[in-house]
Structures are given as structure tokens and as C-alpha cells.
């Protein structure tokens, strides 16, 4: 896959030069910002398929950029944090980023990731508009949900979708897989990334945090994705 258009917002020249010259490789058009102020230019004059943003630049909030980015764009979102700020990672994917990288990483880890992301997001896309006519055997059906596994898409009975980062769906796949079993953090983790999770538990606890405000926007998500204190989570099947 080729062609698509990825920008980097990050303070350190060199760094935004080697994922530029990585991810051409691949055939990615790459553009560069240090600043949200440059981003924020950028996004007004193309269409990205991936933002590859700092979690501290160094004119303003990465995090709240993220949260500014999802509220009008379902724009692939990479975040870019350093190991010892934990509580970024965290939030960031509370609010809306798909995926993170810790720095130091390695390139080739992270165009794994570009690549791993922008075959989701175009697939899906694709499959997003045929999901209402897609067989039942495809579907499942739960409080008041249809999820539909092959376009990743998920609907309320009255056909309003809702809209989920990668990671949000990968989660919610994970606990529809084994309704009524408390699954621990350690085995989401697993299912969704296999053994090369770099974050904590923590992550976790944030996904499911944003899963049950958009899946239950009546406030009922606690009691129907359940936290079992010491153990993880719960998906109920009943309601």
C-alpha cells in the first residue's frame, strides 16, 4: 500500500528526518511540523491518512490535540510519548488515539504500526457502507448494539453508528469473544497486540473507560462492561 499521506509533529529534527526517509520507503507521502501552530496549517490544506503526533510539543498539549483532532476526523492517530510519562499514554488513548510508541523505539517497530493502521482504516472504510447487509452469522448483537466484525463497525438498533478508534474495537472484540468471563487486563493485552504491548495495565483501564461512555451514552456502561476489582473486566450478556 502506497501513496497515503502521514504527517509528524515533533520537536526533534532528527528524529522527524528518519521517520520521514522509514516511511517512504514504504510509499508514504510524509510531511513535517515541529509545532501544533504548523500542524494546524497542514491539516487545513490536505487530507492525512495518518498523524504521527508528540505527546508534548513544545507550543502546546499533544493530548488535547488528540481530543480536538477525533471530534471532527476519524484520521488514523499515532501517538509519540516518552517512557517515564505514563499518564500520556493513558490518556491519549482515552481520547481518541489508535495506537502510541514510547520513545526510544524502533523504526521498523513503528512503521509496522503505520502500516498495520492504514490497512484497518482503508479496509474498513470500504466495508463500513455494506455492514447493515452483511449475513447475521457476521453480527452480534448486544444491550441494544449490532457489531459487525468484518467492517469493524458498530450500529445502535436504530442504525446511528458509533464510532471506534482501532484500539477501542480491538478491546470491545476481546470482551464480546468471552461475555460473562472476567478477563484480566494482561490477556486484553494480549489479544490485542500479542506480546509486544509496550504500555501498562493502565492503557487498558482507559480504553474501557472511553468504550463504555460511547457505547452507553446513558451512563449505564459500568454495570454492563464491569470492573472486577483485582481481576479485570467483565462483559455482561443480559439487558
Not at 92 to 112: I, N, V
Not at 163 to 182: K, N
Request: glycine share 10%; charged share 30%; hydrophobic share 35%.
Amino acid at each position: 500500500m502506497s501513496d497515503g499521506k502521514i504527517i509528524v509533529l515533533h520537536e526533534e529534527k532528527d528524529l522527524r528526518a528518519a521517520i520521514e526517509a522509514d516511511l517512504q520507503e514504504d510509499g508514504y507521502i510524509v510531511y513535517q511540523c515541529e509545532t501544533i501552530k504548523a500542524l494546524s496549517q497542514h491539516l487545513a490544506r490536505h487530507d492525512f491518512d495518518i498523524l504521527l503526533l508528540d505527546a508534548r510539543p513544545p507550543d502546546g498539549d499533544g493530548i488535547g490535540l488528540v481530543q480536538d483532532v477525533r471530534r471532527s476526523s476519524d484520521v488514523g492517530i499515532i501517538l509519540l510519548a516518552c517512557e517515564d510519562h505514563e499518564v500520556d499514554t493513558v490518556l491519549g488513548l482515552e481520547l481518541g488515539a489508535d495506537d502510541y510508541m514510547t520513545k526510544p523505539f524502533r523504526m521498523r517497530e513503528l512503521r509496522a504500526r503505520v502500516n498495520a493502521l492504514r490497512r484497518r482504516n482503508s479496509g474498513f472504510a470500504a466495508l463500513r457502507g455494506r455492514s447493515q447487509d452483511a449475513p447475521d452469522t457476521a453480527r452480534q448483537e448486544l444491550h441494544g448494539l449490532r457489531v459487525h466484525g468484518p467492517s469493524r463497525s458498530v450500529r445502535r438498533i436504530d442504525g446511528q453508528e458509533v464510532r471506534l478508534t482501532t484500539l477501542e474495537f480491538d478491546v470491545l472484540e476481546v470482551l464480546l469473544a468471552r461475555p460473562d468471563q472476567v478477563l484480566s487486563r494482561r490477556h486484553i493485552m494480549e489479544n490485542i497486540r500479542g506480546g509486544d504491548w509496550a504500555g501498562s495495565e493502565r492503557a487498558i483501564d482507559g480504553l474501557v473507560s472511553r468504550l463504555r461512555r460511547k457505547l452507553f451514552t446513558d451512563g449505564s456502561g459500568g454495570s454492563k462492561i464491569k470492573t472486577v476489582r483485582g481481576k479485570g473486566y467483565l462483559m455482561t450478556s443480559g439487558g
